[in-house]
């Protein structure tokens, strides 16, 4: 039996209705925000399973009346989002229910976003008061289930997608994208496979830690952001090898949230030479995110000493060195420990890609809260260093 204590309703940054089993309350979610004609936003994997009939079932019995838009991919792309506004707008629906990994998240958000605006989305990145432009009146409402702990885009007002034109990632972002109600049902993630495990896993790492070390001034999403890697350094290794560890699932999806929540105050070159990696070669982001972690704090070490302190204190740290060389020398060992590539060149991103992906990162609009100003230069010896493998050492 799970742990009661792992059921709880919160109400930070939204409702977020937690634990295992939570799934059931799908109804009643709908009715708390008065919505009948869900679409709902999935991957193709998870709509086919059995699940995915029975909680349509369900919202039938309820009186709840659903569609269902699938068609996306691992990197959604503009015509994914296309696609699914089409869907939205012929089947006459009023919300969007997205159920699944990050990519559901984002597309089925940006649907819901979208499909009563007049204005292509990219008027909608997130750079200035873009978001102004929008119709507030014209979004829909959204229910978010998670179905992997990684991205925490259910607690986020952004999304990411790519442009199939440039292959650009950029993030989309209107604080009513947010959605109304969270269902974090840790049972979902049961017998995820170990891989995908560690990749969201990794990518929630990168976003508790990438906010922690942005140096604008959010002592909350400090906090958070602080005890969201203690729980991935506890628990993520113990649900990579159990799959059927419903409380290490729950901690693990915990801590996602609690990084979708804490990156409201930035990310860093983690995320702004992933997110070209990843659109450019089509890699897991969660997985490029884990390769280039702990070069990328040994770029920012200039910057974030006082911090990493703090964070190593936090995280029982031993070990010689500053705070940087013990969590970088902590960071290298579970990322062995969950079979991580040690560098860039195991998943093929060559010397001739870097030119491309550098020039890419520079104009991601993570790169601006990185702790050290972030120039094409030092993307390269970025790219250079986690291609090599070579990291300072104390």
């Known amino acids: 039996m799970s742990d009661p204590m792992l059921n709880a309703n919160w109400n930070y940054p939204t409702k977020i209705w937690f634990g295992p089993g939570r799934i059931s309350e799908l109804a009643p979610a709908c009715r708390d925000i008065g919505i009948a004609r869900p679409l709902i936003v999935s991957d193709p994997f998870f709509s086919g399973l059995p699940v995915m009939a029975d909680l349509r079932t369900a919202l039938s019995t309820a009186g709840i009346t659903t569609g269902l838009f699938d068609r996306l991919q ?24 997205a159920i699944g990994g990050g990519s559901a998240l984002d597309i089925g958000k940006t649907i819901a976003f979208m499909a009563g605006q007049t204005r292509p989305v990219w008027d909608f990145e997130d750079v200035g008061d873009c978001w102004r432009r929008a119709d507030s009146e014209a979004i829909a409402p959204v229910i978010a289930i998670p179905t992997t702990s990684g991205t925490g885009s259910e607690v986020g007002r952004a999304t990411v997608i790519a442009d199939d034109r440039t292959h650009e990632k950029k993030i989309i972002f209107h604080p009513l994208m947010m959605p109304r109600i969270v269902i974090a049902d840790p049972a979902l993630t049961i017998g995820l496979p170990e891989p995908m495990t560690v990749g969201t896993g990794m990518d929630a790492l990168a976003h508790n830690l990438e906010a922690f070390c942005a ?31 419903v409380e290490a699932r729950a901690h693990v999806m915990a801590a996602a949230s609690m990084g979708g929540t804490s990156f409201q105050k930035g990310l860093g070159a983690i995320h702004s030479l992933s997110h070209p990696i990843g659109s450019i070669l089509g890699l897991h982001h969660g997985m490029t ?27 029982r740290l031993d070990g010689a060195g500053s705070g940087v060389d013990r969590f970088i020398a902590w960071a290298t060992e579970f990322r062995k420990q969950l079979g991580v590539p040690h560098t860039l060149a195991e998943f093929d991103v060559r010397p ?35 291609y090599e493998g070579k990291l300072s050492t104390p």
Do not use: C
């Open 74 to 97: 691992g990197n959604p792309t503009a015509k994914n989002l296309e696609d699914g506004i089409a869907a939205f707008r012929e089947g006459g629906h009023d919300s969007v229910i």
């Open 215 to 245: 140096l604008s001034y959010h002592p909350m999403a400090d906090a958070i952001a602080v005890d969201g890697i203690r729980l991935l350094q506890r628990w993520l290794p113990v649900a990579a090898k159990d799959g059927e560890n």
């Open 289 to 315: 995110n884990a390769v280039l972690l702990p070069y990328v704090i040994d770029y920012n070490r200039p910057a974030i000493g006082e911090k990493m302190e703090h964070l190593a204190y936090a995280m």
């Open 352 to 386: 001739e890609h870097f030119g491309k992906i550098a020039k890419m990162s520079v104009s991601d609009p993570t790169a601006g809260t990185n702790p050290v100003a972030l120039t094409v230069e030092g993307s390269t010896q970025i790219l250079q260093a986690a």
